[in-house]
T-cell receptor, first 112, second 112 residues
Framework: DQQVKQNSPSLSVQEGRISILNCDYT??????FLWYKKYPAEGPTFLIS?????DKNEDGRFTVFLNKSAKHLSLHIVPSQPGDSAVYFC???????????FGTGTRLKVLA | GAGVSQSPRYKVAKRGQDVALRCDPI?????LFWYQQALGQGPEFLTY????????KSGLPSDRFFAERPEGSVSTLKIQRTQQEDSAVYLC??????????FGNGTRLTVT
């Protein structure tokens, strides 16, 4: 049973346009969500996070939106740049615990 | 400062061999995690240490897998009698206790 799902394995976007990556979760106990970015042959690096007390968190070109009723979050990248091409993982956890559940990732390709 | 360091980067083992994977976390990080990432999947939790105490090993796939962190810093993941299904990238992550995990670049294990 996959508690965190990223249903789009890949996404291609033109440079300068918006990239939208989606993530769904099933466990209503999750209250903290993170996005990680992974380049080939490297470990995932933290990108942005959001607590369930918020519905939006912004950091430069990256914005994460959380819809608790739909158990859905999305990562928006505006404007997209070729260096953003990577695999993006959504992760979820419950505060006070240590277990992070990761989605299967979405491979983003930004075309120059 | 130095990040999480894992060695070796690549390991090829013949089926039935034992392997040992090393993780040097960020200095001062209390929490240490091991994750397994199969091809095309997201990282999956294996085990968690707080200092030298292994608080959760529920993700270890079988009793062939063993992890230790005897002095609360460096950790070793050992796999005995490797099988082909053990082929994966093994990721180590550390954390100062906050929600954000800092990952190493992983060890790619191939069992032939």
């Amino acid at each position: 049973d996959q508690q965190v799902k990223q249903n789009s394995p890949s996404l291609s976007v033109q440079e300068g346009r918006i990239s939208i990556l989606n993530c769904d979760y099933t466990n209503s106990m999750f209250d903290y969500f993170l996005w990680y970015k992974k380049y080939p042959a490297e470990g995932p690096t933290f990108l942005i996070s959001i607590s369930s007390i918020k519905d939006k968190n912004e950091d430069g070109r990256f914005t994460v939106f959380l819809n608790k009723s739909a158990k859905h979050l999305s990562l928006h990248i505006v404007p997209s740049q070729p260096g953003d091409s990577a695999v993006y993982f959504c992760a979820a956890t419950t505060s006070g615990t240590y277990k992070y559940i990761f989605g299967t990732g979405t491979r983003l390709k930004v075309l120059a | 400062g130095a990040g999480v360091s894992q060695s070796p980067r690549y390991k090829v083992a013949k089926r039935g061999q034992d392997v040992a994977l090393r993780c040097d976390p960020i200095s001062g990080h209390v929490s240490l995690f091991w994750y397994q990432q199969a091809l095309g999947q997201g990282p999956e939790f294996l085990t968690y240490f707080q200092n030298e105490a292994q608080l959760d090993k529920s993700g270890l796939p079988s009793d062939r897998f063993f992890a230790e962190r005897p002095e609360g810093s460096v950790s070793t993941l050992k796999i005995q009698r490797t099988q082909q299904e053990d082929s994966a990238v093994y990721l180590c992550a550390s954390s100062p206790g906050s929600a954000r995990l800092h990952f190493g670049n992983g060890t790619r294990l191939t069992v032939t």
